[in-house]
């Protein structure tokens, strides 16, 4: 059974810094592309970031580009989010999601087949 | 950047079909999915690739890609399916969410 597990959440001020973690289980994990997802209260579902199954290549939502760094280690199963220089519109629940294209080929068809909970981050003086 | 456009809302009688549209440029070109989520719960893939529904997902879900708008169909509606629904495509090396769409079952 796919398992997704992400800790890491909580409350920081701005400009602070804050890192992610997704524990992974019930797949090969350094075979599937990983990917970040957030959602704010109330609001609809925002990509954050994505990164190869190698950790080769990784891909950013512009609003996130140079303050946050994606990067997985695959001996643990557990994909990572550090996060920097946080601010009020960052404030969300951070979901770890799995692609569901094994070859990760063609970025095209990528699609989240598993999600975690989720993990809430907020961000406040 | 790319743009992917829902309606904010849709009402359905139960056992009626309910057609969600999610529309953006060339995006028969690209490869459309389809989540579901309901209150308090993570998202859930209906549709992948397009047309693909993965295992344990309902028959009544169904979806299309073709010109500039990609369609989540479902086919005889019931209460269950209350939810938001998001669609979603790569683009330009990233990935782009609809704004969701509130289906209601009435």
């Known amino acids: 059974e796919v398992q997704l597990m992400e800790s890491g959440g909580g409350l920081v001020q701005p400009g602070g810094s804050l890192r992610l973690s997704c524990a992974a289980s019930?797949?090969?994990?350094?075979?599937?592309?990983m990917s970040w997802v957030r959602q704010a209260p109330g609001k609809g579902l925002e990509w954050v970031s994505t990164?190869?199954?190698?950790?080769?290549?990784?891909y950013y939502a512009d609003s996130v580009k140079g303050r946050f760094t994606i990067s997985r280690d695959n001996s643990k199963n557990t994909l990572y989010l550090q996060m920097n220089s946080l601010r009020a519109e960052d404030a969300a629940l951070y979901y770890c999601?799995?692609?569901?294209?094994?070859?990760?080929?063609?970025?095209?068809?990528?699609?989240?087949?598993?999600w975690g909970q989720g993990t809430l981050v907020t961000v406040s003086s | 950047s790319y743009k992917l456009t829902q309606p904010p809302s849709l009402s359905v009688s139960p056992g009626q079909t309910a057609s969600i549209t999610c529309s953006g440029d060339?995006?028969?070109?690209?490869?459309a999915c389809w989540y579901q989520q309901k209150p308090g719960q993570s998202p859930v893939l209906v549709i992948y690739?397009?047309?693909k529904r993965p295992s344990g997902i309902p028959e009544r879900f169904s979806g299309s890609n073709s010109g500039n708008t990609a369609t989540l169909t479902i086919s005889g509606t019931q209460a269950m399916d209350e939810a938001d629904y998001y669609c979603?495509?790569?683009?330009?090396?990233?990935?782009?969410f609809g704004g969701g769409t509130k289906l209601t079952v009435l």
């Open positions: 690739q397009d047309t």
């Open positions: 979603q495509a790569w683009d330009s090396s990233t990935v782009v």
């Open positions: 990164i190869s199954g190698s950790g080769d290549n990784t």
């Open positions: 019930g797949f090969t994990f350094s075979s599937y592309a």
């Open positions: 060339k995006l028969g070109n690209k490869y």
């Open positions: 999601a799995k692609d569901g294209d094994a070859s990760g080929t063609d970025r095209r068809k990528i699609h989240f087949d598993y």
